[in-house]
């Protein structure tokens, strides 16, 4: 697995030298955008509205908007001092709670725990306490240059870490609008409801859910593929000589045909003394 975080994490006086590797992943289908005539992919072009120019990595600044069209610029130094100083900490467990007291809402990403050299004993000791004592541990920690809250947790064989919003990061239940009122349920309408929900309930079993869509569209690309559908860009034609010889003539035809229509300067002048 690819280690995407190294450091060392603590519960008093115990420090655990650990790495996160990425305990989920996405397997969505990346579908690609071609040029319809083509069949060229588009690609995109980070370009200033008001210079009219594409912008390169080294002439791009961030900045914080804090009001309509009124920044303040952030340094590269800035921005990495400060990334240093927390990234510098010890992530410390700072509170430990049962999981049952953490609404499913809070629950970002997860990621596998494993001791990095020599922490294999003190790892152990954390997840047979947490294992013991039913809890799991609060701490803070900052991945990919943001402070991100988490939580510490046994699964199965290994200590799994959770990133969970801040409270701040999660909306208001007020502001969702249109909820209905709850004396507007009638009691043989609840009892129905409570009998269908009796006899579809079972042990959750992951492995009986799959991506339907995914697994469609898997096999019509592959159909594709079996029937020799693809293409490929088609590829920039170069002029070659005989492609030049013949923009030379139509430009020669061009000046022929201008040239013909314009009398000449001795024309001109012999039909004026005429006149």
């Known amino acids: 697995m690819h280690t995407i975080w190294k450091g060392s994490i603590s519960f008093g006086l115990v420090n655990i030298p650990i790495k996160l590797h990425a305990a989920t992943e996405n397997n969505d ?22 210079c009219d120019k594409e912008v390169q990595s080294e002439d791009i600044v961030k900045a914080y908007e804090y009001t309509k069209n009124k920044f303040v610029v952030l340094d590269e130094e800035e921005l990495e001092k400060l990334k240093k100083e927390q990234e510098d900490k010890a992530v410390e467990i700072i509170d430990f709670v049962k999981l049952e007291e953490i609404d499913p809402i809070y629950f970002e990403r997860s990621y596998f725990m494993a001791p990095d050299a020599n922490g294999g004993k003190a790892y152990a000791l954390l997840r047979k306490a947490l294992q013991e004592s039913g809890k799991i541990g609060v701490a803070k920690i900052m991945i990919r240059s943001k402070e991100q809250l988490a939580v510490v947790r046994v699964y199965k064989e290994a200590l799994l870490m959770e990133i969970i919003h801040f409270p701040d990061e999660v909306r208001h239940v007020q502001d969702v609008p249109n909820l209905p009122k709850e004396d507007t349920v009638v009691k043989k309408e609840l009892d129905t409801a409570l009998m269908l929900v009796d006899q579809l309930t079972t042990v959750f079993d992951p492995e009986k859910y799959t991506d339907e869509y995914r697994t469609a569209l898997m096999e019509l690309i592959e159909e594709k593929k079996t029937a020799n559908a693809g293409i490929s860009p088609t590829e920039k034609q170069p002029i070659s000589p005989s492609n030049a010889s013949d923009l030379m003539a139509a430009l020669q035809a061009s000046l022929d045909k201008t040239t013909k229509k314009k009398p000449t300067t001795r024309k001109k002048a012999a039909a004026k003394k005429n006149a």
């Open 29 to 50: 289908i990346k579908l690609r955008q071609l040029h319809k005539e083509c069949h060229s992919p588009i690609s995109y072009q980070k370009v200033c509205p008001i």
